[in-house]
């Protein structure tokens, strides 16, 4: 396996030495995996908010031409693609990956290569999307694609072309991921690790998977239907054939609204990590708060047509909508009251990450409520469509899941390097991306009630939008700077950071009870807990004092496999490789990265077709679908473990 | 997928005592519900709404040439289809018990019938071959409903129609190849009780493909309108 970091704390393996590329291409060690997706999803990440940033420099005065409006749309649609589909779902990723087996106790995911393939899959799918932007052929259709706009007729070019076909490769990525990690969690807990003693982050997690597995079908469904109708001439959005042009907006929104909790629940997680250890106090009303995250996944089903009130749904289904999206904030406002109940009478500190974490509470509450007043059809009919919505989704996104994330990188940096990020940078980075953010987002909700539309390319003067949206192109030229102290800072940190030992934060819960970076087989012995604070138990027994404790599941665990491998709660001080410890690994292999290549060259065939091209769509196609059907074979009549 | 793929991982300790693999089919059949969900639902939304024919149910005439359509679907050739794939369904039970219980010794007095339920080569060929009948039995419906003027642009029937059992028949054909590969790996080393889990992963998908067609069979073509 390949450590990122010098470790302070443990010999490096003695696997044969290969070049850092080939090491990365073969690997199926979740933690690599987990770093690999991180790089990867900040890279977008800055790609999506330089894509912001021409957007606001066009908007900063009335009548500006510093694009096109063709480029324009080109530039909304891929922001918000990049930054849903490649920034912050992937970064939630990598802590899935990093966190759910460290959080467990597990030594790996239930299936290595195939976590694996979800990353590869993920970035070819990232850069097929991506190439277009810069050559001005982009999609353009919005990140919503609706149809029958996104349909050949309204859309004739090859730019929505890669969009349909880009999603669905990235769509694949999610759902073999959301399989991988759901039986995981399921199924590789450590003894005594009950579903109400999994920490937060990972409650959250599981959650998440769920809602991946089931609203990806849907939109992969509505994506095919629009592939047919731009590749073989189908109907299904053709409205001269007949064709309701909402089949597209229902089955997108039933995705898409899952799609929003998908992107927020970890970091809700998250935070729910960084509030207990930075209050030094148990989370308030755990079991509550894995209710109202299930509850969070279960209603957000239910309110998709609440994207559709300006339709014309008719009274009953307005007002169902309105109920339901309005019900989602009991449980939400309940995370909120937990969170701050958490630190009420606690010794709080103000690390990095808890400043992110806590200024996630203040921006989630101001996007929650102004996502009250458009759950309401009426005041909808007003709002829809303008920039008031942006800057809701803005404080939700902004506000609710990059800082979540941010706290959540700060936070898990040092388990990741074996170094703790710079506190100062830190705390220059939270103030200037805090006040940047609210400079940036705040002047639109005036904007919107002033009646500016979103997705407009350009604005006459004179109509009361010229102080807002340039107050809203400050803040963005604001934020710049502030993530370019966390990109420093982040690089920095990996090579000069100060040395950290195994539990920085003096956290509760097991990936803390490891070395920093923790070894390819994370736990030595796999630890058997007894309760939900299990390091807490042995660092701080007073702060667990009150938690229930017992040894269920341990005699379970010990008739399964022998007790050699398994030992009661400790920390862990081995430094050995696992091969002298005899554990086995998963054997790395370039497999599954080229099952992943053969799938996106496959779909990159049909690219070709619209313009005639056959002999390279279907070279394309048939060579693409051979290199993966081969490959696959190749993988699964190999055993994941080498012999031993 | 293949027995012996991660059979290095059977010895490891899992929560529920489950292998990973038997969790995560499930998981795979709970999204592939959304999936044909999603398809059956436009299929559904769209019924009565084409605006020339051909139709389901009912005869069309061009209004253009007077040519009349006849109504498309053949509900005789679907039952029959259909109960194939419902017995492939029952040769997949016998083929699986029969992996489980393979090297157990026959009952006293067991006669030919017992002796062929212990061969699970014969239920695996046996379901291979339902299922191919039932893809063979799809490949003329397409051909004959293309025949008869209905292609998959032709109308929003067309279009709904071609693309949900197309899908599934596509289920079907991966089904298809997987049966055949434990077949397969059958014929070169036995399929023992301990594959059985590689087998039962095979049968759920199968019987779950089963299901999807008994709900497309029952919406699609028995219910008229």
């Given at each position: 396996m390949a450590t990122v970091a010098a470790s302070p704390t443990y010999t490096a393996s003695a696997t044969p030495q290969r070049s850092r590329l080939m090491s990365w291409l073969t690997t199926t060690d979740h933690k690599v995996i987990g770093t690999l997706y991180l790089h990867t999803s900040l890279f977008f990440f800055v790609l999506g908010g330089l894509e912001a940033l021409l957007i606001r420099w066009q908007l900063m005065r009335p009548n500006s031409v510093v694009l096109t409006a063709d480029q324009y749309n080109q530039l909304f649609t891929m922001h918000g693609t990049t930054m849903v589909f490649l920034a912050i779902m992937p970064l939630s990723a990598a802590f899935f990956n990093y966190l759910i087996p460290l959080q467990i106790g597990a030594r790996d995911v239930a299936f290595p290569r195939l976590n694996a393939f979800s990353y590869w899959i993920f970035l070819l799918g990232g850069v097929f999307i991506t190439l277009p932007i810069f050559f001005w052929?982009?999609?353009?259709?919005?990140?919503?694609?609706y149809a029958p706009l996104s349909g050949r007729t309204y859309s004739p070019g090859p730019n929505m072309d890669f969009w349909v076909l880009g999603l669905q490769i990235l769509g694949i990525s999610s759902l073999a991921a959301s399989f991988n990690f759901a039986t995981t969690i399921i199924n590789m807990r450590a003894p005594g690790m009950n579903l109400m003693r999994m920490p937060m982050f990972t409650w959250m997690s599981f959650v998440t998977q769920f809602l991946i597995i089931l609203s990806f079908p849907v939109i992969t469904i509505a994506l095919v239907f629009l592939q047919f109708d731009r590749f073989?001439?189908?109907?299904?959005?053709?409205i001269s054939a007949g064709a309701d042009p909402l089949l597209w907006q229902h089955l997108f929104w039933i995705f898409g609204h899952p799609e929003v909790y998908i992107l927020i629940l970890p970091a809700f997680g998250l935070v729910s990590e960084v509030l207990p250890t930075n209050s030094r106090k148990p989370l308030f009303g755990y079991p509550v708060m894995a209710y109202s995250g299930i509850l969070i996944g279960f209603l957000g089903f239910g309110v998709w047509a609440h994207h559709m009130f300006a339709v014309g749904m008719g009274p009953i289904a307005d007002t169902v909508f309105g109920l339901t999206t309005m019900l989602i904030a009991i449980p939400t406002g309940v995370k909120i009251f937990n969170w701050i109940f958490t630190m009420w009478g606690g010794s709080i500190r103000f690390t990095a990450a808890m400043k992110f974490a806590i200024a996630l509470i203040a921006m989630f509450v101001i996007g929650g409520i102004s996502g009250i007043t458009h759950a309401s059809p009426p005041s909808d009919l007003q709002q829809t469509d303008t920039y008031y919505i942006v800057a809701h989704f803005h404080y939700v996104l902004f506000g609710g899941a990059i800082l979540g994330i941010f706290a959540g990188i700060y936070h898990y940096f040092p388990k990741m390097y074996g170094r703790t990020m710079n506190e100062t940078l830190g705390t220059w980075h939270f103030w200037l991306n805090f006040i940047a953010m609210n400079l940036t987002f705040f002047p639109m909700h005036f904007a919107g009630m002033l009646g500016m539309p979103r997705r407009i390319y350009t604005y006459d003067a004179g109509q009361g939008w010229e102080l807002f949206n340039m107050m809203s192109t400050m803040g963005a030229f604001l934020l710049a700077p502030a993530t370019l102290i966390f990109i420093y800072n982040f690089f920095r940190s990996k090579k000069h950071g100060e040395p950290c030992g195994p539990n920085p934060w003096d956290a509760p819960t097991l990936e803390w009870s490891i070395p920093s970076p923790p070894p390819e087989y994370n736990f030595a012995k796999i630890p058997m807990v007894t309760s939900r604070y299990p390091l807490w138990d042995l660092t701080h027994p007073e702060r667990t004092a009150e938690i229930p404790h017992t040894q269920t599941g341990w005699t379970e665990a010990t008739q399964q496999?022998?007790?050699?491998?398994m030992a009661p709660m400790h920390i862990e001080t081995e430094t050995r490789t696992a091969k002298e410890l005899g554990i086995p690994m998963p054997s790395s292999t370039i497999k599954p990265f080229f099952v992943a290549l053969g799938i996106v060259l496959m779909f990159s065939g049909l690219l070709f077709l619209p313009k005639g091209m056959k002999v390279p769509a279907f070279a394309l196609m048939f060579g693409g679908t051979a290199m993966w059907v081969g490959y696959l074979y190749a993988w699964l009549t190999t055993p994941l473990e080498d012999h031993h | 997928m293949s027995a012996s793929a991660d059979a290095a991982h059977g010895h490891h300790y899992t929560t529920t005592g489950l292998d990973n693999r038997k969790i995560a089919i499930w998981a795979f059949i709970g999204s592939e519900c959304m999936l044909f969900a999603s398809l059956i639902s436009t299929y559904l939304i769209y019924?009565?709404?084409?605006?020339?024919?051909?139709f389901p149910h009912t005869p069309w005439t061009?209004?253009?040439?007077g040519k009349v359509f006849p109504a498309i679907l053949n509900i005789p050739v679907t039952s029959a289809s259909t109960f194939v794939l419902l017995m492939s369904s029952l040769a997949m039970v016998l083929a699986l018990s029969a992996v489980e219980n393979r090297g157990k010794p026959l009952p006293p007095g067991a006669g030919a019938w017992d002796k062929a339920l212990t061969s699970s080569k014969l239920w695996l060929w046996m379901t291979c071959l339902l299922g191919a009948g039932f893809l063979a039995f799809q490949a003329y419906e397409f051909t004959s409903f293309v025949h008869e003027g209905l292609t998959i642009r032709r109308n929003l029937f067309g279009s709904s129609f071609f693309t949900l059992t197309g899908f599934h028949g596509a289920h079907v054909t991966a089904g298809v190849i997987w049966l055949g590969s434990l077949l397969a790996i059958d014929y070169k080393r036995g399929l023992q009780p301990s594959d059985a889990l590689a087998v039962d992963l095979a049968a759920l998908y199968w019987h779950f493909v089963d299901v999807v067609w008994i709900a497309i069979f029952t919406l699609l073509y028995l219910i008229p309108g």
């Open positions: 052929v982009a999609p353009d259709g919005g990140w919503f694609g073989f001439g189908t109907t299904f959005y053709q496999t022998g007790e050699h491998d | 019924k009565g709404k084409s605006l020339v024919g051909p061009d209004p253009s040439s």
